[in-house]
């Protein structure tokens, strides 16, 4: 009986000693999805706002980009890794789709450019209602 106590005790250690997982999606949810809605307010921002008054926006676009560009995730998390990689490439389309806009190009190059964007953006939200959905009791 006492060694069952002191294995038991034991386990309780070593659990409470391990935290949570450092995959845990929720946690990187948490951390994630405020980027996201930041941007998507700096995007209906920016899509309102006169071509040559872009640049404080734009310049707004890219600093959230940047941010979200430090969460640090590790390696072997590949599912929160490929949520950051569409918000990353999303972010990056945007602004790109922007930057085409104020050079004036073609509208089909500044249409391509928002289409990516959307779709890298749309893909990270789709993971993130995943994750929330998976979790919900």
């Not at 600093?63 to 569409?86: F, M, N, W």
């Amino acid at each position: 009986m006492k060694h069952v106590l002191i294995a038991l005790v034991l386990i309780a250690v070593l659990i409470a000693a391990c935290g949570p997982s450092k995959c845990d999606t929720g946690v990187f949810a948490k951390q994630l999805y405020p980027k996201f809605q930041e941007f998507q307010d700096a995007v209906t921002l920016a899509g309102s706002t006169p071509r040559m008054q872009l640049a404080a926006p734009l310049a707004d676009l890219q600093r959230i980009r940047r941010d979200t560009g430090q969460i640090e995730i590790d390696p072997s998390c590949t599912e929160v890794l490929k949520a950051h990689s569409y918000l990353l490439d999303g972010m990056d389309y945007t602004v790109k789709g922007f930057i085409s806009f104020l050079g004036q190009e073609p509208d089909y190059m500044v249409d391509s450019q928002f289409t990516m964007a959307t779709q890298n953006l749309d893909s990270f939200n789709h993971m993130i209602e995943g994750w929330n959905e998976s979790q919900t009791p």
